[in-house]
């Protein structure tokens, strides 16, 4: 794609894969609400987990 990471962006729907990726290789990435409610089991594991996360992480913005 010959693409430098300054020019590029990841758009995904879960923090461990897709924006933890994206961050890791130092790319632009944003979060989005999930298009679909059928998931795998392990996936609906994960986004309870990501859930806490997000809630702990606006609680902290909120106080700072």
Known sequence: M???PA??????DQIFTD????????L????VAPI???EFIWTRII???????LKK???F???H
């Open 28 to 31: 632009y990435t944003i979060l």
């Open 61 to 63: 913005n909120k106080e």
């Open 7 to 12: 020019n590029t962006a990841v758009i995904g």
């Open 2 to 4: 010959n693409s430098v």
């Open 36 to 38: 679909s409610d059928k």
């Open 19 to 26: 924006v933890l990726g994206g961050n890791r290789l130092g």
């Open 57 to 59: 992480h606006n609680h």
């Open 47 to 53: 986004r309870k987990l990501e859930r806490h996360i």
